[in-house]
C-alpha cells in the first residue's frame, strides 16, 4: 500500500548548463546502466576521479548542484554515495601525516520550561575540552589523541557540499609535528531559537579534525560507544540555561557527507517521535484513538521541492488535525521514509493508518493553511488491528 505514495520531489527535466555537472550526471547514468562487472568499477573509478577533482579545486558549488539538478532518485542516490566514497580519497595526504575532518552529529531537544526565559541557546562550546578529554577516555576515534574540536556547534550549512571542499582544504597539514601542525578549525555558530510553542528538535554538528599517521582510518568504528552517556549529559548541560529543558543526543564521529545523512535522518525521526508522542497523548486525552493519514505533497519550501506529512486526527474533532512535515532528501526512497513513519506509528499503537495515494498540493485552496489530510477524507487503510 506505500507504494501508492508517489515521489513528489521535482526532479530536474532538462540538461545541467554547467559541463562540470553534466559530466557528473553523465557517469551516474553510465554506473546505473553498466552490464558488467567490468564496466561498473570502470565507472566507479572515473566517478571517483571526478569528484575527488572537485572536491580538491574547492568546487564546492557543482558537487551541491549535481545532486540538486539530479534526473533521476537513482542518480541522485548514486551520485551521493560516490561522494561519501570520495571525501576520504580527496582528504588523503601524501606525507607521514593525514589529518581528517569529522562532525559528530548531535540531534538537540529544547523547549522553554518558564517565561522570561531566554529563547536564544547560545550554540558556543566552553565545555569543548571536556568533550574532547571524554573521547579519547573512551578511545572514540579509535586511539587517536591528536585532535581538536571546533568551539562551536554547527549547523548543516556550515557543513554542507558547498562548505566542504574549503573545510578540507583548512585541514591540510604539512610534515610537522602533529601538535604544531593542529590548524584551528573555525565553523560559525548555529545558535538554537526556542521561539514558539512547546518542544524544538535541532540538528547540530560538533566539527573536528585529528592528526594521525597517514593511512590511518580513526573513523573506522562507525558506533556511539560508552563515551555517548556522559557526552550527551556534558553537552546538554553546558547549552542549557536557566528556564530552559535541553536534551542532546549525539551520533557517532563520521566524515562530513555521511554526518549530514546519518545527522538529517536521526533529526526527523526524533523529530516525528516528539510530534508523535506529544499529539497523540492530546488526542487521546480529549476525543480518543487518532487515525493517521500519511500524504506526499510539492512544497517549494522542502528539499527537492517535496515532502511527506503525517497527520493525526478524529472523527469527534473533523475540522482539526495535527501534522508533521517529514523532509525527502535526495538520497532516500519515499518508501523507506514512509516505513519509518509506519514504524513509528505502530509503536504508538496507533490501530488506524491510512495511506493517501497521490501527489498533492502545499496548501489546502480553501484555507490557506498546509494541507493535511483528516480521518473524515478518503484513504486507503493501510493498517488497521
Request: proline share 6%; glycine share 8%; charged share 25%.
Amino acid at each position: 500500500m506505500l507504494d501508492g505514495l508517489a515521489d513528489p520531489r521535482a526532479w530536474r527535466a532538462m540538461p545541467a548548463s554547467d559541463a562540470k555537472v553534466v559530466r557528473l550526471h553523465a557517469l551516474a547514468l553510465a554506473g546505473l546502466d553498466a552490464q558488467t562487472t567490468g564496466e561498473e568499477d570502470a565507472t566507479r573509478e572515473d566517478m571517483r576521479r571526478a569528484l575527488v577533482s572537485l572536491i580538491r579545486s574547492g568546487d564546492g558549488g557543482a558537487l551541491a548542484k549535481a545532486l540538486t539538478e539530479a534526473a533521476t532518485l537513482p542518480a541522485a542516490r548514486y551520485l551521493w554515495r560516490s561522494l561519501e566514497a570520495a571525501e576520504r580519497d580527496a582528504a588523503a595526504s601524501a606525507g607521514a601525516l593525514a589529518t581528517t575532518l569529522f562532525a559528530i552529529p548531535v540531534v538537540v531537544v529544547a523547549s522553554l520550561t518558564s517565561e522570561g526565559a531566554h529563547s536564544m541557546l547560545p550554540a558556543l562550546l566552553p565545555q569543548r575540552e571536556g568533550l574532547a578529554a571524554l573521547l579519547r577516555e573512551h578511545r572514540a576515534l579509535e586511539g587517536c589523541e591528536a585532535f581538536a574540536l571546533a568551539t562551536a556547534l554547527a549547523g548543516a550549512e556550515a557543513i554542507d557540499l558547498p562548505r566542504m571542499p574549503a573545510l578540507l582544504e583548512q585541514c591540510r597539514i604539512g610534515d610537522g609535528p602533529a601538535a604544531e601542525s593542529l590548524p584551528p578549525l573555525a565553523v560559525p555558530a548555529a545558535d538554537l531559537d526556542l521561539r514558539g510553542a512547546g518542544e524544538r528538535v535541532f540538528l547540530r554538528f560538533v566539527v573536528g579534525v585529528a592528526v594521525t599517521a597517514a593511512g590511518f582510518d580513526p573513523l573506522r568504528g562507525g558506533e556511539v560507544g560508552r563515551w555517548g552517556m556522559p557526552f550527551a549529559q556534558r553537552l546538554s548541560a553546558g547549552l542549557a540555561v536557566p528556564g530552559a529543558s535541553v536534551l542532546a543526543l549525539p551520533r557517532a564521529p563520521t566524515r562530513l557527507v555521511a554526518a549530514l545523512r546519518v545527522g538529517r535522518t536521526a533529526q526527523r525521526e526524533i523529530g516525528a517521535q516528539v510530534f508523535a508522542s506529544n499529539a497523540i497523548r492530546r488526542l487521546r486525552a480529549s476525543v480518543g484513538e487518532p487515525t493517521a493519514v500519511i500524504s506526499a505533497h510539492r512544497a517549494d519550501d522542502a528539499p527537492g521541492g517535496g515532502e511527506l506529512r503525517v497527520s493525526l486526527s478524529s472523527p469527534f474533532e473533523p475540522r482539526d488535525a495535527e501534522g508533521f512535515r517529514c523532509p525527502l532528501h535526495p538520497y532516500e526512497t519515499v518508501r523507506d521514509v514512509a516505513a519509518m513513519l509506519v514504524s513509528l506509528l505502530d509503536d504508538c499503537r496507533i490501530s488506524d493508518i491510512r495511506v493517501q495515494p497521490g501527489v498533492h498540493p502545499d496548501v489546502d485552496a480553501t484555507t490557506g493553511l498546509r494541507l493535511l489530510f483528516k480521518q473524515t477524507d478518503a484513504g486507503v487503510r493501510f493498517r488497521c488491528r
